[in-house]
């Protein structure tokens, strides 16, 4: 994961961090943990992590590694306010408003739908046809159902079946484009 993503910057600390423990705790030896801790320090300089912030993710690794949390969840008494994630700084102006003006409440920022969950489906959350919605609420009113024109579009039982096809979406806070193509089966 490179440093300059858009991913927020407690999560690239928190990959950082869990690298190192990882590092130390598989590696039965001390030469081991040593050889293993320079490869990670390696690979986060090679994605541009500044030397800070390496060594603060190094010292968070050591803590969590000596002085482990207790198993009792320590918000189990605390209400949980959840926000959508939209940048760093606004999420610590969010975090320190609410924590001076209501300490016993946890912020949790949640991402949106990514662009690639609104356009892939998987057999585990298939791609509902319209027409099949449509003929359901039919039966329930006794009416004459509308024409489909998604699965003359590409679904067949409620799976996508159109391949290598080209979408254009676009950026709603910037107008950027994004030009991408649908994956044919392999």
């Known amino acids: 994961m490179s440093y300059n993503s858009c991913l927020p910057l407690s ?10 423990v990882r590092a130390v705790s598989n590696s039965p030896t001390s030469e081991g943990q040593q050889r293993s801790t320079g490869i990670i320090v390696e690979l986060l300089r090679a994605n541009d992590f500044p030397e800070e912030e390496i060594q603060r993710a190094r010292k968070s690794a050591d803590r969590t590694i000596h002085h482990p949390r207790p198993r009792r969840h320590q918000y189990q008494d605390q209400s949980v306010l959840k926000l959508p994630f939209v940048s760093d700084p606004l999420a610590a102006r ?15 920022f949640m991402s949106g739908p990514s662009l690639k969950g609104m356009l892939v489906r998987s057999s585990s959350n ?4 319209p027409r099949e919605k449509q003929r359901a609420r039919v039966k329930r009113t006794r009416g004459r159902p509308m024409e489909c024109h998604a699965c003359d579009a590409g679904l067949v039982d409620g799976q996508r079946v159109v391949k290598n096809v080209v979408y254009c979406t676009s950026c709603k806070m910037c107008d950027a484009l994004y030009v991408g193509e649908t994956q044919g089966e392999k």
């Open 11 to 20: 999560c690239k600390r928190a990959v950082a961090r869990n690298q190192f």
């Open 94 to 108: 969010v975090t320190r408003c609410v924590r001076k003006f209501s300490p016993e409440v946890r912020v949790v």
């Open 126 to 129: 298939p791609l509902v046809c």
